[in-house]
């Protein structure tokens, strides 16, 4: 028989697969997902929790960012001009323009903007909570005096007098207060005063949780402006008239405007506020598609390793179809069709899922924290939607890709093999290439520390972790023979070991995704842990008061609560202060955070001073030194501060403290900080208190508490107190994290169950012979069990340990910022530890009793 004959097929044999095109290859891509579909469903799932993070993200922020454009279209739907001041640093626009702007020709309506933030009591007497929308007092407007927006009284009528108010509807249930109920409002400059409701009114706009107190006209302006300037005058067109803003605008400007005033179209100041809104939900979305990008690259793995098992199954029907004429790019088309197709189906039922998220999410955040965000109905652009199937489809293409390109090379005598395996490539290849990059991730972060730069080591943190993924195979059995002398003692232990480092990188793949997620919690616990014992020091040295009396809101303390503090037996001394937004002449764009402190540092502190004595003087002011050595200040030089609307004032350094204290990073004379602040933020927010040894502490409580008794939002505590109240804030954004981080830890749960689940079927046979040579059903659970918690264990290893060194480094790049503690939470990490074993042993649950079931004789007789 000759060469020819062997490479001619006979007239009666099927014509190759390569000449039937690609319907026949997608048919078995296709057919292909319908006999193994339950293998591919925890990978789809894997696709869907993380595309429903990214669908929720923006599904969450655009939602929101409708409900606040609406919100700012309905506030200020009726300005056709605003004239405001040009830049940060005017005082703002004369109330005497008021006249002159009602004169212009097409002008109908002339509104001063005056309003503040305030707070009412509702009928139990306690203070109103917003959930951190405003409660915004200010000025009942209608008709040629109203030219932002109307409002609709729905009960009683509008306020004439001084002492009358109307309250939203929706404020008005919350705080329980009907139309000829008296109560208080807390007013920036008078405190508080008592009041009559006099009317409800409505808006035409989601407004959440806001309150909006307002007064007669006169009474806003006395108590919410200067009398003599406003942030801006709202001007409104004469309806019908036909004149556009534009127009307007330039009639305003013709008619002659001050020095420092500009005018402004309506578009034009609604589209800015628009777009600060955009901004700041700008992080939002951020935020969490950081999280849900975590949750795609661990689910990445997931889906690497069920196409490279599931490829390994399927050897000699792909070497069959490679017999049959099949190219091999074909079968490497085919295998990508099943991954485009989970990809595709995974993002479709992720971005539904998407809404789910979000709308729990709101819910969370209204019903369960408090807050009383505004939401319409859920909405999503098409760039959310484009996002969305693109990020899954990609992630499930790329992660498909490598089984894929291994199935195109299957050689068609893999057709006569009789049974299946996951193949060993050579790992070897790749550990040139990971030793350089480990060595450029270990250079990068030794220059991050050096030169004290979070972004490189960041960066560093990306490219270890990647080398640390490719020499995991390597690591593998190395670290799980730490685990030898806990398994060696059983003959389970010892298959599940042996079970383990039969394929070191599908271990590792699969153990490396729980590794992700627990890096990245340890880092998160590690800092939380460090900024905790850093704050409980700055408490705990150089304090000298014992009670500290503060606004709930970050307002300001009442001088009469002040000097009722003062007068207290028991008391030896106040520090007052109070937080100011400032700038400096040489760098007027950058705002300065700085503490004005009024009485004697040394009353309330004692200060670590790199130089100087630590005191003020009406002239002076403290800087910690990171922040003198950041700006090149020195003892004795002089600095000009400012701020908008207000006289520069010129101080010089009188003191040097050393950082991590709780002046951080300066502190000037209250009177100075006071001049440089806005009219309704000068008072303190803050009061220090130091006893007299032997005060009575109940005594105290009960003056403190008669002192304050008239001024719901304020409070007073202890050192103690205050620490439990900062500490409790910490967790609670640790325990966010947690929680976001958390959903990387199920994937890979998702993963450790596929993993061992296909791992299951290759092992077929060999669980059948343990099977017929006596192995008890109880005995293979524990077998799948242990091999399950060793990979478990194996991720926490590599997890906690990349978490540590990360965190700890990262933590003294902050040492700057004031972090003057590192602090390793060993307790946290063996729960950490805990966490994995739990997970091995939930994840083997499933895997473990379809083992177990395995009939001895039909796995025996398998091809």
Not at 510 to 537: D, K, P, Q, Y
Not at 571 to 594: H, I, N, Y
Not at 756 to 767: A, D, I, P, T, Y
């Amino acid at each position: 028989m000759s060469s020819s004959t062997l490479q001619r097929p006979p007239a009666s044999s099927p014509a190759p697969v390569s000449h039937q095109g690609g319907n026949a290859m997608r048919t078995v891509a296709l057919r292909g997902l319908r006999a193994h579909k339950g293998r591919f469903f925890l990978t789809l799932l894997s696709v869907v929790l993380g595309t429903a993070f990214v669908a929720g993200s923006f599904v969450l922020t655009d939602t929101l960012r409708a409900s606040f454009n609406g919100i700012v279209d309905g506030s200020l739907g009726l300005v056709d001009v605003e004239v405001s001041p040009v830049g940060e640093a005017s005082a703002g626009v004369p109330l005497s323009l008021v006249d002159d702007l009602k004169k212009v020709d097409g002008v109908y309506a002339v509104e001063p903007a005056a309003s503040a933030n305030v707070s009412i009591l509702g009928a139990d007497g306690k203070a109103l909570a917003s959930g951190g929308a405003p409660i915004q007092g200010g000025a009942w407007l209608v008709g040629r005096d109203a030219a932002s927006s109307e409002a609709t009284i729905v009960q009683g009528r509008a306020p004439r007098a001084d002492d009358e108010i109307v309250l939203n509807v929706t404020a008005a249930d919350k705080a329980d207060l009907k139309v000829g109920d008296t109560t208080q409002v807390l007013l920036p400059k008078e405190g508080l005063v008592p009041v009559t409701l006099v009317g409800l009114y409505e808006l035409d706009f989601n407004v959440g949780g806001f309150v909006g107190v307002f007064f007669t006209k006169q009474k806003a302006l006395e108590a919410f402006t200067d009398g003599e300037r406003v942030p801006a005058i709202y001007l409104r067109a004469e309806p019908g008239s036909g004149v556009t803003e534009q127009q307007l605008k330039d009639r305003v400007v013709a008619s002659g405007l001050p020095p420092g005033v500009q005018a402004r179209t309506g578009d034009l100041v609604r589209e800015e506020a628009k777009g600060q809104i955009g901004q700041a939900l700008n992080f939002v979305t951020t935020f969490f598609l950081v999280f849900a990008l975590i949750a795609l690259l661990v689910g990445s793995f997931i889906i690497a390793n069920t196409f490279a098992m599931v490829v390994a199954q399927r050897l000699r029907e792909l070497a069959l179809l490679r017999a049959l004429g099949a190219s091999r790019r074909q079968v490497t088309r085919s295998v990508l069709v099943e991954g485009l197709l989970v990809g595709l189906v995974g993002s479709l039922i992720g971005l539904a899922s998407g809404f789910a998220l979000a709308l729990g999410l709101l819910f969370l955040i209204n019903n369960v924290f408090g807050a009383a965000i505004p939401v319409g109905n859920l909405s999503v652009t098409p760039i959310g939607v484009v996002a969305t199937l693109s990020v899954g489809i990609l992630v499930t293409l790329a992660a498909a890709y490598g089984p894929a390109r291994r199935a195109g090379h299957t050689s068609p005598v893999e057709a006569m093999r009789g049974e299946f395996a996951t193949p060993k490539p050579s790992i070897k290849r790749r550990l040139v290439p990971a030793l350089v990059l480990l060595g450029i991730g270990a250079g990068l972060t030794a220059v991050a520390v050096a030169q004290d730069s979070l972004q490189m080591l960041g960066g560093g943190f990306v490219v270890v972790l990647i080398a640390l993924l490719m020499l995991s195979p390597f690591a593998a059995p190395i670290i799980m023979s730490i685990f030898r002398p806990l398994t060696r003692w059983r003959p389970m232990g010892r298959l599940a070991q042996g079970n383990a480092n039969r394929n070191p990188k599908r271990t590792a793949a699969t153990a490396f995704a729980l590794a992700l997620g627990l890096a990245l919690i340890s880092c998160f616990a590690l800092i939380g842990a460090s900024l905790r014992e850093t704050f409980n020091g700055v408490l705990e040295n150089g304090q000298n008061w014992t009670y500290i009396v503060s606004n709930t809101q970050s307002g300001p303390v009442a001088p009469k609560v002040i000097a009722a503090v003062q007068n207290t037996k028991g008391v030896a001394s106040t520090v007052q202060l109070g937080f100011t937004p400032v700038s400096t002449e040489d760098a007027p764009g950058e705002r300065l955070f700085t503490l004005g402190l009024g009485g004697k540092v040394s009353d309330a502190f004692t200060l670590d001073m790199v130089a100087g004595d630590g005191e003020l003087t009406p002239d002076t002011f403290l800087v910690t030194d990171t922040e003198a050595a950041k700006r090149g200040w020195a003892m004795g030089d002089s600095v000009t501060f400012t701020a908008p609307g207000a006289p520069p004032a010129t101080l010089t350094v009188g003191g040097i403290m050393a950082a991590g204290q709780f002046l951080d990073p300066m502190v000037m004379p209250l009177e100075v900080s006071q001049t440089l602040s806005p009219p309704g933020l000068r008072e303190p927010s803050q009061v220090l208190v130091a006893t007299t040894p032997g005060a009575s502490d109940a005594a105290l409580r009960a003056a403190f508490g008669e002192a304050t008794k008239d001024y719901p939002l304020v409070t007073y505590q202890n050192r103690e107190e205050y620490a439990q109240g900062a500490n409790a804030q910490i967790n609670a954004i640790l325990y966010i994290m947690y929680g976001m981080l958390a959903l990387a830890i199920v994937i890979s749960i998702l993963g450790i169950v596929n993993t061992l689940g296909l791992s299951v079927v290759e092992r077929r046979r060999e669980v059948g012979m343990l099977r017929a040579v006596g192995t008890s059903r109880g005995q293979v659970r524990r077998m799948i069990t242990i091999e399950s918690i060793l990979i478990a264990s194996y991720g926490a290893i590599i997890g906690i340990t990349l978490g540590l060194v990360y965190g700890w480094l990262f933590v003294g790049r902050l040492k700057n910022d004031g972090f003057t503690s590192r602090v390793v939470p060993w307790g946290q990490f063996a729960i950490f530890v805990v966490i994995a074993v739990i997970v091995g042993a939930l994840a083997a649950l499933w895997p473990a009793i379809k083992a177990s079931r395995t009939k001895p004789l039909e796995a025996l007789a398998e091809d």
